[in-house]
């Protein structure tokens, strides 16, 4: 009982099953880093940059379903993990995020690196707050936890001051508690819902992370099924629903409510389960469902229920208990002339998406040889030689389609997509996940523009050993840059023209397989096709992190450089 806060933080911690801590060290911090010499159950993942603790801890907590701790620095280490944050939040990663400061007894000195430290998490947090008292330090460590891993889940952000780090303890070290949100809706309010399905020509599906948070998959599977119903992501980067299953139709998209438009305004009565309408840079302002639609929202996040538009039927439950009965009351209200025809719409969309499928491969096909390469053709190879368990990190932007085109996920846990619009994610984020995975394959999808923003987490990878393999999708650009201009130039009715050179990262050309090797992972560049099937296997059986350059076609002029004026 004479022990200090360092050391009940960490006991606490222990006490609530957590077993890593990713960080970056401070001096205002050295106390409780110090007394980790005496837990070594607890181990201390280094990053060299905050946003590197961050994103692997989000990789984590999402491999884990569990709360991930990050340590960072007091003002400066708070401001570079604000990005990474703000993904978080936007994802909904059970982060719990310990930052330093000097101490209370120098807060009026408005010293060295003195800021409003809850107040810059605030916004890019669930909760953010401060111990002020050392009687409460493991009550609010308790509450934050819970907060963290509570749905909607999301980051938290504690403040631990040194002097009250250093004070005498007062309190018991026990498990935080959680509490249970697995509620389901009135018998009603499930009859209504079957009832409005029931009856509707054109059933859509629109669904987000909720799914895979509360384990619904399957769930959302049945009642797909007995409807007969296309099934889209919003707002999602976990596997909600097999991307092999007929059903399943892919992302409305993240950038122009235009683009989804033409999708959301299909059905005559929309199940949204899990996610909002809609999660994109530029959203429709006006209304996103046809004249007359019937919307029925389900989500434990009562918040984005009816947020931007209307919603006939809004139940604030557990989707796995809640389309589980949905399920059941469908069963019994459709009649067999509604069944036989779910089942013939059922049919259709399967044969749809088939033929979508090979028209798809079969463009590949014409890109087949092409120097600079594809990446469908490095997928190809790789879905062939990936174990059937690999685990996905996804960051290839541009080139995500063709990711899951060629090496699509059927199982929960064994794919996570970007999410939340900070650069950066797939390097940290397979290292996270693999962590979590020590028994499984893991691998990193990241853009050379992403990977720029994190590539110091290579020494992560090096330094713990975490065998997880990368890929760096190196077309020379800011691709979704030039993709996005093309859309605003169309909708200002600007001709097309040479795209800014801010977008353009070619000159002086980026090494990602000798910067890798300078912090210790093995690598090869892919420039050939006949390089792309050697480069896997040995990547694969590879004893340690590797990552493989592999150089894209893009719409790249090094030759410009230097030479516009401005440019």
């Known amino acids: 009982m004479n022990k200090t806060g360092r050391f009940a933080i960490l006991e606490q911690f222990l006490a609530d099953g957590i077993r890593y801590i990713f960080g970056n060290p401070g001096t205002v911090e050295q106390g409780f880093l110090d007394a980790l010499w005496n837990y070594?159950?607890?181990?201390?993942?280094?990053?060299?940059?905050?946003?590197?603790?961050?994103?692997a801890a989000d990789g984590y907590a999402r491999a884990t379903r569990k709360p991930a701790v990050v340590q960072i620095h007091s003002t400066p280490g708070l401001g570079n993990a604000i990005g990474a944050l703000y993904q978080a939040k936007r994802g909904h990663s059970p982060l719990v995020v310990i930052g330093g400061d000097a101490g209370i007894k120098y807060q009026?000195?408005?010293?060295?690196?003195?800021g409003d430290l809850v107040a810059f998490a605030e916004p890019v947090t669930k909760w953010s707050t401060m111990v002020m008292?050392?009687?409460?330090?493991l009550r609010v460590l308790r509450r934050a936890i819970k907060i963290a891993a509570t749905p909607p889940t999301g980051p938290v952000y504690v403040c631990l001051p040194q002097d009250i780090l250093d004070a005498p303890?007062?309190?018991?070290?026990?498990?935080?508690?959680?509490?249970?949100?697995?509620?389901?809706p009135e018998e009603e309010l499930l009859k209504s819902a079957a009832t409005m399905l029931a009856a509707a020509q054109k059933p859509m599906f629109f669904v987000g992370d909720g799914v895979a948070f509360s384990g619904a998959q399957d769930e959302l599977v049945r009642v797909a099924e007995i409807l007969g119903a296309e099934v889209w992501e919003a707002d999602a980067g976990e596997l909600n629903m097999s991307h092999v299953h007929p059903l399943y139709q892919g992302a409305t998209g993240h950038m122009f409510?235009?683009?989804?438009l033409p999708i959301t305004s299909k059905g005559d009565v929309n199940l949204v389960c899990g996610s909002y309408l809609l999660p994109e840079v530029f959203p429709e302002l006006g209304n996103i469902f046809a004249p007359e639609a019937?919307?029925?929202?389900?989500?434990?996040?009562?918040?984005?229920?009816?947020?931007?538009?209307p919603v006939d039927l809004g139940i604030v439950s557990d989707p796995k208990l809640t389309l589980g009965k949905l399920a059941t009351a469908l069963e019994s209200v459709m009649t067999q002339e509604q069944k036989h025809t779910a089942q013939a719409r059922a049919t259709e969309i399967a044969q749809a998406k088939a033929a979508k499928h090979e028209s798809e491969l079969e463009r590949d096909r014409t890109d087949w040889d092409a120097v600079p390469l594809h990446l469908s053709r490095f997928m190809a190879e790789l879905a062939l030689q990936l174990p059937e368990d690999a685990i996905i990190f996804d960051e290839a932007?541009?080139?995500?389609?063709?990711?899951?085109?060629?090496?699509?996920?059927?199982?929960?846990?064994?794919?996570?997509?970007?999410r939340g619009g900070s650069l950066g994610v797939g390097i940290p984020g397979a290292i996270g996940a693999k962590i979590a995975n020590p028994d499984k394959t893991v691998i990193g999808f990241t853009g050379d523009g992403g990977a720029m923003y994190t590539i110091q987490a290579l020494w992560t990878a090096a330094r713990h050993n975490v065998d997880a393999k990368f890929v760096v999708c190196n077309n020379r650009s800011y691709r979704i840059l030039q993709l996005n201009i093309q859309a605003y130039w169309k909708e200002q009715g600007i001709p097309e023209h040479d795209f800014p050179l801010s977008f353009d990262l070619s000159k002086p050309a980026i090494r990602f397989d000798e910067i890798a090797r300078s912090m210790g992972v093995e690598s090869i560049r892919v420039e050939k096709p006949e390089e792309i099937a050697p480069a896997i296997?040995?990547?694969?059986?590879?004893?340690?992190p590797f990552l493989i350059d592999l150089v894209l076609e893009g719409n790249v002029h090094p030759e410009m450089i230097g030479i516009r004026c401005g440019q």
């Open 40 to 55: 070594p159950e607890l181990k201390y993942i280094l990053t060299l940059q905050e946003t590197v603790a961050v994103m």
């Open 108 to 114: 009026a000195m408005d010293a060295q690196m003195a």
């Open 133 to 137: 008292e050392p009687s409460s330090l």
């Open 169 to 184: 303890i007062t309190e018991e070290v026990r498990p935080t508690s959680f509490p249970s949100t697995k509620v389901v």
């Open 257 to 260: 409510g235009y683009q989804s």
């Open 294 to 309: 019937k919307v029925i929202h389900i989500d434990l996040n009562a918040y984005e229920i009816a947020k931007n538009h």
């Open 397 to 418: 932007l541009t080139n995500s389609p063709a990711v899951t085109r060629y090496k699509p996920t059927t199982k929960p846990g064994h794919y996570f997509l970007t």
């Open 537 to 544: 296997k040995q990547a694969l059986s590879h004893n340690g």
